[in-house]
C-alpha cells in the first residue's frame, strides 16, 4: 500500500479551477504536517503548502497565496488543495508529502519523509 495517495490531477483551461486530495495511510499518518509540492517541466520541485496538525496552521508560497487553498483532516490523515484561477504555469506534477518537519523547514523539500507518486496538472491557454 503507497504511504501516500494523490487524486484529482488533470487537463484544463486557464482560469479554472481543479481540486486534489491526498490521503495517509501506514507511517505517513501521524506525521506533524502534510504539505503540496509541485514540479513544473524541466524545473525543480518547489513548496506549494503546507498544514500543520498541531494549531492548523497553514503557509503558502507567496506567489500561490490567494489562488490555491489547503485544507486537512487530521482524524482522516488527509489533506486538499483547492487551485483557483488556474494558469498555464501552474502545469506542473503535484506531490503530496508528509513529515515531521520544525517550522523553519516547513517549506523545505527536505521537511518531509514520504511522499506521494505524483499526480499531473495542465493548465492550457
Known amino acids: 500500500q503507497e504511504p501516500l495517495v494523490e487524486t484529482g490531477g488533470g487537463f484544463v483551461q486557464a482560469g479554472d479551477s481543479l481540486r486534489l486530495s491526498c490521503t495517509a495511510s501506514?507511517?505517513?499518518?501521524?506525521?506533524?504536517?502534510m504539505a503540496w509540492f509541485r514540479q513544473p517541466p524541466g524545473k525543480e520541485r518547489e513548496f506549494v503548502a503546507a498544514?500543520?496538525?498541531?494549531?492548523?496552521?497553514?503557509y503558502y508560497a507567496d506567489s500561490l497565496k490567494g489562488r490555491f487553498t489547503i485544507s486537512g483532516d487530521k482524524g482522516a490523515s488527509a489533506i486538499a488543495l483547492q487551485m483557483d484561477g488556474l494558469k498555464p504555469d501552474d502545469t506542473a506534477v503535484y506531490f503530496c508529502?508528509?513529515?515531521?518537519?520544525?517550522?523553519?523547514?516547513?517549506?523545505?523539500?527536505?521537511?518531509?519523509?514520504?511522499w506521494g507518486q505524483g499526480t499531473q496538472v495542465t493548465v492550457s491557454s
Open positions: 508529502a508528509a513529515g515531521r518537519p520544525i517550522v523553519s523547514s516547513i517549506r523545505s523539500i527536505r521537511g518531509y519523509g514520504y
Open positions: 498544514i500543520r496538525w498541531d494549531g492548523g496552521y497553514t
Open positions: 501506514g507511517g505517513s499518518a501521524g506525521t506533524r504536517a
